[in-house]
Nanobody, 124 residues
Framework: QVQLVESGGGSVQAGGSLRLSCAASGDTYSRNSMGWFRQAPGKEREGVAVIYRGSSSTTYADSVKGRFTISQDSAKNTVYLQMTGLKPEDTAMYYC?????????????????WGQGTQVTVSS
């Protein structure tokens, strides 16, 4: 079992920054890929970024490349999503997710564990 708790969401103006945190606990081998996803009202869930535990390599959605950075602190079992240059279209509920797949990429179906989400609202 894996438990994920997100924090750090909030409301900012366009161009602002936020840092999301995901504190993880439980089975390490179920957390080979750690991803951030988001879902806006009336829209499908979208993969944002993923980091791979073994290599710390990353994958980003085209919509956030150059603006968002995913990182991890293995000692704290925490994954971060630094978001800069925020746009109103980034407004969504953001979820942290864990997958046992070594390279789950941004494929939501490969993620078995999900956090409760944290809301990000960007005003123009």
């Amino acid at each position: 079992q894996v438990q994920l708790v997100e924090s750090g969401g909030g409301s900012v103006q366009a161009g602002g920054s936020l840092r999301l945190s995901c504190a993880a606990s439980g089975d390490t081998y179920s957390r080979n890929s750690m991803g951030w996803f988001r879902q806006a009202p009336g829209k499908e869930r979208e993969g944002v970024a993923v980091i791979y535990r073994g290599s710390s390599s990353t994958t980003y959605a085209d919509s956030v490349k150059g603006r968002f950075t995913i990182s991890q602190d293995s000692a704290k079992n925490t994954v971060y999503l630094q978001m800069t240059g925020l746009k109103p279209e980034d407004t969504a509920m953001y979820y942290c997710a864990a997958s046992a797949w070594v390279r789950a990429r941004l494929e939501a179906l490969k993620y078995n564990y999900w956090g409760q989400g944290t809301q990000v609202t960007v005003s123009s």
